[in-house]
């Protein structure tokens, strides 16, 4: 058995456990690493299928409860949008390999923005960390796509850096637990 990591900080314990969570976060984390390594090749279309199995760890990791299907008409509607937009430029495979992608992409998106639940007191700072962090994912993949497919997209590099790796922040946040010193509890970051 892996015991879980510990860090002080002013009386306050942070745990990072090997749950099942972080175990498919790390795989996700290789599975993307795998991707960067594709970027600046002709193998794209691999990249592309590390980055959906990565999408599928994430979407599993943030769970399907609760549905909260609002959320998930929202981004069928933005997702179609961008496909529209996308579609006149692709060609071949991209067509709908591109399609399958927003699709695993929205899917994620719509599990980790359906966790949050501003509007009650069930809301955590951690899914609101995993939210954040997939709309980042969807704002760095969809400036990609563009400058891939479309036009080139000026700062292109910096804009894809910084929201992929503040994705990858926030969702590696959104497995943090705080346990309080003084009465042993673990409680999720608020």
């Given at each position: 058995?892996v015991?879980?990591?510990?860090?002080?900080?002013?009386?306050?314990?942070i745990?990072?456990?090997?749950?099942p969570?972080?175990?498919?976060?790390?795989m996700?984390f290789?599975?993307?690493?795998c991707r960067?390594c594709?970027?600046?090749?002709?193998m794209?279309l691999l990249?592309l299928?590390?980055f959906?199995?990565?999408?599928?760890?994430?979407?599993s990791?943030?769970?399907?409860k609760?549905?909260?299907?609002?959320?998930?008409?929202?981004?069928v509607?933005?997702?179609g949008?961008?496909?529209c937009l996308?579609?006149?430029?692709?060609s071949?495979?991209?067509?709908?390999?591109v399609?399958?992608?927003?699709?695993?992409?929205g899917f994620?998106?719509w599990r980790?923005i359906?966790?949050?639940?501003?509007?009650?007191d069930?809301?955590t700072?951690?899914?609101?960390?995993?939210?954040?962090?997939a709309?980042?994912f969807m704002v760095?993949d969809l400036t990609i796509a563009?400058?891939?497919?479309?036009f080139?997209?000026p700062y292109?590099r910096?804009?894809?850096?910084?929201?992929y790796?503040?994705?990858?922040m926030?969702?590696s946040l959104?497995?943090?637990e705080?346990?309080d010193?003084?009465?042993?509890?673990i409680?999720k970051?608020?």
């Amino acid at each position: 058995m892996v015991s879980p990591v510990t860090v002080s900080l002013d009386r306050k314990y942070i745990d990072i456990c090997p749950s099942p969570i972080t175990l498919e976060k790390a795989m996700s984390f290789f599975l993307n690493s795998c991707r960067d390594c594709g970027q600046n090749t002709p193998m794209v279309l691999l990249g592309l299928l590390m980055f959906a199995i990565t999408h599928i760890l994430y979407t599993s990791a943030f769970g399907m409860k609760p549905l909260n299907p609002e959320p998930g008409c929202g981004v069928v509607v933005i997702c179609g949008i961008f496909y529209c937009l996308l579609y006149p430029y692709l060609s071949g495979p991209f067509t709908y390999l591109v399609a399958v992608y927003i699709a695993l992409i929205g899917f994620m998106g719509w599990r980790a923005i359906a966790g949050v639940q501003l509007f009650n007191d069930l809301w955590t700072w951690t899914k609101l960390c995993a939210c954040l962090g997939a709309v980042l994912f969807m704002v760095s993949d969809l400036t990609i796509a563009v400058n891939k497919f479309c036009f080139p997209v000026p700062y292109s590099r910096a804009i894809i850096m910084a929201t992929y790796y503040a994705a990858q922040m926030l969702i590696s946040l959104s497995v943090v637990e705080c346990k309080d010193d003084n009465d042993g509890n673990i409680r999720k970051m608020n």
